[in-house]
């Protein structure tokens, strides 16, 4: 049965996740009726899950829009067995876990025990505003892009739908995990934009050059005064680089 998260092709629009990364459902709403039909995959973060983002998700959901829970688990096992659970019967598509093993094993147990569920998990390798100082500042003796790789194994190994990194890092990690998993990468600036607290980034061509299948775009979108020409100029800027 052919996947619905990973088609081949995955049409291009769909490769865009705009991250709603507003303070309220009603925000988020009235974003997603100016972007119209330039884009249909959304992502529902920390600031929007906690003031109503997870009731706006079901909405979504049901009218026909692909949800990206990014909330980042980390707990221990029980917690975010039983979390990952919780958020499964919600009908989203993705959601995200740190790439700690324990974590991990303990959301695919949450995952496979809702029967039906269409939830895939995604694991955050390096967050995309760690540079090697940051890795090194947070205790971490390896490079970034070693960490990506050592966590990119593990979460393969524990059965992870695919892996959260910087575009900087997606041709290695698609060579660690082969086709059929997802590469989701925030970090993604078109050229001449503000990085803002990013530091891994890159253009949305070069990410789809370098083998992501889908990438994440906030403030370039949501602070733009003309978000839909911005999630146009970016689809179009990737389907000229397939
Ligand atoms: O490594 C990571 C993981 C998640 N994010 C999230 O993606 C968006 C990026 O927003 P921008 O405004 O385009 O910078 C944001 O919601 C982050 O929480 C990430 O940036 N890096």
Known sequence: ??????????????????????????????????LGDSASFYKIGYRLGYAGGLALAERLVAGGAK?????????????????????????????TVHAYPQTMRAAVRGRDAVAGSALRLLAVTVLTSYDDADAREAGYAL????????????????????IVCAATEAAQV????????????????????????????VT???AIRAGVDHIVVGRPITAASDPRGVAQRIVAEMADAL
């Open 1 to 34: 049965m052919p996947d619905p998260l990973k088609p081949d092709p995955i049409a291009v629009r769909d490769r865009l996740i705009v991250a709603l990364d507003m303070a309220s459902p009603g925000e988020a709403e009235r974003l997603i009726e100016r």
């Open 67 to 95: 949800v990206f829970l990014d909330l980042k688990l980390h707990d221990i096992g029980n917690t975010v067995e039983e979390g990952v659970q919780s958020l499964a019967r919600l009908g989203a598509h993705l959601l």
């Open 143 to 162: 490079p970034v892009s070693d960490l990506v790789a050592v966590r990119t194994l593990a979460a393969r190994e524990i059965g992870i739908d695919g």
């Open 174 to 201: 698609r060579d660690l995990v082969g086709p059929d998993r997802l590469i989701v990468t925030p970090g993604i600036r078109p050229a001449g934009s503000d990085t803002g607290d990013q530091k891994r980034v």
């Open 204 to 206: 949305p061509a070069a």
